[in-house]
């Protein structure tokens, strides 16, 4: 099985993420896929190139980076899912939107053309604020399915959630059986 493993720009995750998607290259053909942001961006948490890297190491191709390289997604039927690890409340809200203007959410696009899994792992300061209505509406359409979540700083960041990352491949194995992995709540 073919899986799309995007990033998004949720750097501060990314140290919980490579371990899972290492985790997944065991068992499944991962191509990478990375926002504008995760693809060019340096922060605190490492440099663009550093994540691409380990990104490549772990899958054995390059990132998907741009709207040209993973439009052919759909068409192609090259994904048997997609998982969006970290996805942003910025990501969250494209989604819900229909909005395909980068290639996370063009990746999503393509994808879901042929009725198959996007699996969600949150990341996000304002999930219990602005983003919770799209929460809301990803939650309610088919093919979607996300991650268990839970507060990760209730009373420091009262708003914000982040997936169980340690979840994720049971999320897939769930997603891929049109089972949407419970609790979800956590």
């Keep these: 099985m073919t899986v799309g493993f995007a990033l998004c720009g949720s750097f501060c995750t990314y140290g919980r993420i490579f371990p899972v998607m290492e985790r997944l290259a065991k068992n499944y053909d991962i191509i990478p896929i990375f926002s504008q942001s995760a693809y060019h961006m340096d922060s605190r948490f490492g440099t663009a190139a550093e994540h691409i890297a380990r990104a490549e190491a772990i899958c054995g191709k390059p990132p998907l980076h741009t709207l040209a390289e993973v439009e052919p ?5 090259l ?16 989604l819900a939107h229909s909005i395909a203007d ?5 990746a999503a696009k393509s994808h879901l053309r042929n009725a198959r899994p996007v699996i969600i792992a949150i990341s996000t300061n304002d999930a219990l604020a602005g983003a919770a209505e799209n929460i809301g509406k990803l939650l309610s359409r ?3 399915y996300f ?3 839970g507060q990760d700083d209730a009373f420091g960041k009262p708003t914000s959630i982040v997936a169980d990352f340690s979840k994720l491949p049971q999320t897939l194995t769930e997603a891929l059986a049109g089972k949407q992995l419970q609790p979800l709540l956590l």
């Excluded at 997604?73 to 039927?77: L, S």
């Excluded at 980068?102 to 063009?106: D, E, I, R």
């Design 147 to 149: 991650v268990p979540f």
């Design 79 to 94: 994904l048997d899912a997609l998982i969006i690890a970290p996805c942003t409340g910025n990501t969250l809200a494209k």
């Design 142 to 144: 088919k093919h979607y």
């Design 73 to 77: 997604i759909g068409p192609k039927k």
């Design 102 to 106: 980068g290639p996370v959410t063009m």
